[in-house]
């Protein structure tokens, strides 16, 4: 996932991020005060190349607060994320 303020430059890290490894943006949240967050499907190394591409991105236009990867999610975090 690759957490940001403001919708643009999460726009700006999920097109690098696409574009840099095979993954399946899942979906995106409004988390509030401006900050939204975008989540990724993929194998391991896919997702951790595209989630490193699109935090490097982001920093050109906005401001990145957090990325994470999550190499095996519990059934019951993914329930409750956008996914």
Not at 24 to 42: C, L, N, Q
Not at 67 to 80: E, M, N
Request: overall charge negative.
């Amino acid at each position: 996932m690759i957490e940001c303020k403001g919708l643009c430059a999460l726009m700006e890290a999920c097109d690098a991020a696409l574009k840099a490894a095979n993954v399946t943006m899942t979906g995106w949240e409004k988390i509030g005060s401006g900050y939204v967050t975008a989540f990724f499907r993929g194998d391991v190394a896919s997702v951790q190349a595209a989630v490193a591409a699109g935090a490097a991105a982001v920093k050109e236009v906005g401001e990145l607060v957090a990325s994470h990867v999550i190499p095996r999610p519990h059934d019951g975090l993914v329930q409750g994320m956008a996914l």
